[in-house]
């Protein structure tokens, strides 16, 4: 799926529109492999495939809206740098020296991160409430940012903990190729470690769903945990 996402144009807007569904398959094998279950790679389509097409529907509706927020926050950000941002995104080629070192992209880019954070707290747990617990789009997207913000305290936290995790390792990785004049090789070494990090921090997204949300394994989600 990630060579998908890297298609011009296309490619991004059909990973953030099955996002929603394909983050419903990772928690999914997360929930299997804690109860002792075998999983298997066809495991991260289970959002699309386990829970009827009504389900598989509302997630492709979350996706969309997803989209839609995604681009609506980009067109956003080129009223302030003409699109240089957005151009840059999508086309995934380097911005020319003047314009990445211009006031623009910069302001360009603090906007799209401050509008990207409410972004993300509404698709936190949305997919998963819609999934799970049959809670409609609309009404997931609202739990998701409240369950959010009721524990935005301990979100920083979690942020800067995983912030603190990446930025050593690579410190202490650029140090070890550093030593021994390993530069060639550098990418054997950084992938697996890469790939180890980031499944981490994908499956800690489930921790984050048990931690906000008290809930009987027959019944709905109970409110989020203040």
Not at 87 to 108: F, H, W, Y
Not at 166 to 181: E, K, N, P, R
Not at 187 to 200: A, D, E, F, G, H
Request: charged residues 10%; proline residues 5%; glycine residues 10%.
């Amino acid at each position: 799926m990630m060579l998908v996402a890297h298609v011009p144009v296309v490619g991004s807007a059909l990973w953030l529109t099955l996002m929603p569904g394909l983050s419903v398959g990772f928690m999914s094998a997360c929930r299997d492999v804690i109860a002792g279950k075998h999983v298997l790679p066809l495991a991260l389509f289970t959002g699309f495939r386990a829970h009827g097409g009504g389900v598989a529907r509302q997630l492709l509706q979350l996706g969309l809206i997803h989209l839609v927020l995604i681009a609506a926050g980009l067109l956003l950000t080129s009223l302030i740098d003409g699109g240089s941002l957005l151009k840059t995104l999508v086309s995934e080629a380097k911005p020319d020296g003047n314009v990445a070192s211009s006031g623009e992209l910069l302001a360009s880019v603090a906007l799209g991160f401050v509008l990207h954070v409410p972004t993300m707290m509404l698709f936190w747990f949305a997919p998963l409430l819609t999934a799970w617990h049959g809670v409609p789009p609309v009404k997931a997207i609202f739990f998701s940012f409240i369950a959010c913000w009721r524990n935005r305290s301990a979100f920083l936290v979690y942020l800067a903990t995983w912030f603190a995790v990446l930025t050593g390792v690579s410190l202490v990785l650029g140090f070890v190729l550093s030593a021994f004049g390993i530069t060639s090789g550098a990418l054997t070494v950084l992938l697996p470690v890469s790939v180890i990090l980031w499944t981490m921090i994908y499956c800690s997204f489930y921790a984050t769903y048990r931690g906000c949300f008290s809930f009987d394994q027959d019944a709905g989600p109970m409110p989020p945990a203040a």
